[in-house]
């Protein structure tokens, strides 16, 4: 099980959808690091298709890590992505993501802060 998101790309503020939204049925997931998949909410055409989001072919693998370390319906992640160059173009505050498991919706989350990474020095 990861621990930790050694080099997340940004900050965000999750909320989680009640089980009566479609949401887990089990609450926020308690493991210090959740994966799951994410797209983001652009506005595009794609978002009005039939199955969006879960046929959105900007879908990509994300990482959370809670900065606080009790699960809560709405708190602040840490965010990180398995391929974080397909996520980048997306990537800036006020950016919002739709969490999701399988073709579920189970959260969405707004980027409060766009981390720098030093890869370009």
């Known amino acids: 099980m990861l621990e930790n998101i050694e080099n997340p790309l940004a900050l965000a503020t999750v909320t989680w959808l009640s089980p009566e939204q479609g949401g887990r ?9 959740y994966a799951s998949t994410t797209t983001f909410r652009t506005g595009d055409a794609v978002e009005s298709e039939p199955g969006w989001p879960a046929t959105d072919p900007r879908t990509v693998s994300v990482l959370l890590q809670r900065v606080d ?51 370009q020095a």
């Open 69 to 119: 370390s009790t699960p809560q319906t709405t708190e602040v992640a840490k965010v990180g992505f398995l391929a974080p160059d397909l996520a980048r173009p997306y990537l800036h505050e006020g950016a919002e993501l739709v969490i999701l498991e399988g073709p579920k919706q189970v959260a969405h989350a707004v980027i409060t802060e766009v981390l720098i990474e030093d890869e």
């Open 25 to 33: 049925r089990s609450g926020p997931p308690s493991a210090p690091v």
